[in-house]
């Protein structure tokens, strides 16, 4: 029996030792930043060391000890890949993660299957707070401006400068993801706010974006004379499969370059005519595509707010419609889209022609409609909310040329 057990030790001995010749240490000589630094969401975090790879990755496991935001206390987050901004022979810059708690997080280096821990660090709270409306602007130089603006003083901050070669068009905004997202020169981008941190997510092709669901973009692309729609999630639900419509190519190369929005089970477009008109281009998701009143505007865009019930009217519902300018004037006029798709009530009157609008619904007593507008060469931003019916505008004038409310 003892013969038996010191075989069995001695196996165990052995193994231990032939496994650590498999796996030996990926780097040597490894330098972690101080344990009491605190890093913010975004910032660079530098690991020297010996023996870097060029495709070396970067994983992190993220703990945290108080609960915010709806994040219950004692939470983690394994298996997050870490943003490599900058590699050598020598170490690896990555971004700290946004979007959690205060945390401890376990630095890992991932090389081909293999998992190598290197250090903690500590980083402070990146759970997204407020919302607040935000500014895009294009500037002389090819760069894109992102400013937050203040929702009530209408005070602008700067948030970050693009380079050239990235932009955001068709922003939208998903609520608590931290995200804008939108399209740029055929691709999904997107610009976490939390970490000021752009990306290309590819999907080539893509020609408007839209919001489908609370935690998901809709990007609509073309080919072969059909607009598919294709959804992918801020998380790790599956997206589900692609819709597609058949719409001639002489409508699609007049849709107008702006978000989109769903409501129900419609996705309300806008096109642009050579005659001067305007008309809404709905988007069926259960099937079928086709076009609504066309009228003499200068621009249109879609929006989306909430109405009474036909059958109960102390119970609100969702509705679509369409700011709609002409002669320096805009409206926001609600669109039947089970019907003849004619439009219908016109909910509010603002001067100026409308270059963006963005929806922001805090609480179940508000939601307010912001609306970017030109007129005598300043642009100035007007506020609705649909459910007080009541009317402002922000003081002051922006330089923007789009807007989105995003947190």
């Not at 380079?163 to 981008?189: D, E, F």
């Amino acid at each position: 029996m003892k013969k038996f057990l010191l075989l069995l030790l001695s196996g165990a001995i052995f193994g231990a030792c032939s496994d650590k010749k498999a796996h030996p240490a990926l780097v040597t000589d490894v330098v972690m930043p101080p344990e009491s630094w605190v890093f913010a969401p975004g910032d660079g975090v530098t690991v020297s060391a010996e023996g870097f790879e060029p495709d070396d990755e970067i994983m992190l496991e993220i703990y945290w000890e108080e609960g915010a935001e709806g994040f219950a206390p004692n939470g983690f987050a394994k298996g997050v890949r870490g943003i490599v901004t900058l590699r050598t022979a020598a170490s690896v810059t990555f971004l700290a993660p946004g979007h959690y708690p205060a945390s401890t997080t376990r630095v890992l280096l991932f090389r081909r299957g293999h998992l190598m821990p290197l250090g903690k660090i500590r980083v402070a709270d990146g759970v997204p707070k407020a919302a607040a409306l935000y500014g895009i602007s294009d500037s002389d130089t090819d760069k894109t401006v992102i400013d937050r603006i203040d929702l009530s003083t209408g005070g602008v901050t700067p948030i970050e400068t693009l380079g050239a070669g990235r932009g955001i068009t068709c922003a939208v905004g998903l609520p608590g993801s931290g995200w804008i997202c939108g399209v740029y020169s055929g691709s999904m981008v997107g610009f976490d706010l939390t970490m000021n941190y752009y990306n290309d997510f590819g999907y080539r092709s893509c020609l408007l974006a839209g919001q489908i669901t609370d935690s998901s973009v809709g990007l609509i692309s073309h080919d072969a004379g059909r607009l598919r729609l294709t959804t992918q999630t801020m998380t790790r639900t599956p997206s589900p499969a692609p819709v597609s419509w058949p719409v001639p190519d002489e409508v699609v190369h007049t849709l107008a370059v702006q978000p989109f929005v769903r409501v129900g089970s419609d996705l309300l477009l806008a096109q642009r005519n050579a005659d001067g008109t305007c008309a809404p281009v709905v988007l069926r998701v259960s099937g079928g595509a086709g076009s609504g009143e066309a009228v003499e505007a200068d621009a249109m865009v879609p929006f989306w707010t909430a109405v009474p019930s036909a059958a109960d009217p102390d119970k609100m519902v969702q509705a679509g419609g369409y700011a709609v300018s002409k002669e320096g004037i805009t409206q926001l006029r609600l669109f039947n889209t089970a019907g003849d798709g004619t439009f219908g009530e016109t909910l509010a009157e603002v001067p100026g022609t409308v270059l963006s609008v963005t929806e922001y619904a805090p609480d179940k007593n508000t939601l307010e409609i912001y609306l970017l507008c030109e007129a005598l060469g300043g642009r100035h931003i007007h506020v609705y909310d649909a459910l007080k019916k009541t009317q402002r505008t922000l003081p002051g004038e922006f330089g923007c040329s789009r807007i989105v409310a995003a947190k």
